[in-house]
């Protein structure tokens, strides 16, 4: 079972910049890709980026340019740089780990395994 943390969130000025962390407890070698989604009241959750190992990153146009996703293997993490902050961009943001062989990143029921999430406020 694959335990994801979340970590990094909290209140940040427009413009500003944030970086979150996302801990798997597990080696996630079945997990061909680990994604970044977000949820702000009223709405309804998308997909922010997403990182297929060996493969390449996505990104929603929302955040293209500003937001840049990294992976570290030996540590089992992977983490957004969110740069440019907008008030738009205030969500929980949830990581998410998943099997994915197509290009559909962006759905969500696609993803077996989530952490709890983190509160990024802008």
């Known amino acids: 079972h694959v335990q994801l943390v979340e970590s990094g969130g909290g209140p940040v000025q427009a413009g500003g910049s944030l970086r979150l962390t996302c801990a798997a407890s597990l080696y996630t070698a079945s997990s061909t890709c680990m994604a970044w989604f977000r949820q702000a009241p009223g709405k309804e959750r998308e997909g922010v980026a997403a990182?297929?190992?060996?493969?390449?990153?996505y990104y929603a146009d929302s955040v293209t340019g500003r937001f840049t996703i990294s992976q570290d293997n030996a540590k089992n993490t992977v983490a957004p740089q969110m740069n440019s902050l907008k008030p738009e961009d205030t969500a929980m943001y949830y990581c998410?780990?998943?099997?994915?062989?197509?290009?559909?990143?962006?759905?969500?029921?696609?993803?077996?395994?989530w952490g709890q999430g983190t509160q990024v406020t802008v």
């Open positions: 990182i297929y190992t060996g493969i390449g990153t």
């Open positions: 998410a780990a998943g099997t994915i062989y197509d290009g559909r990143w962006y759905a969500g029921y696609k993803y077996a395994y």
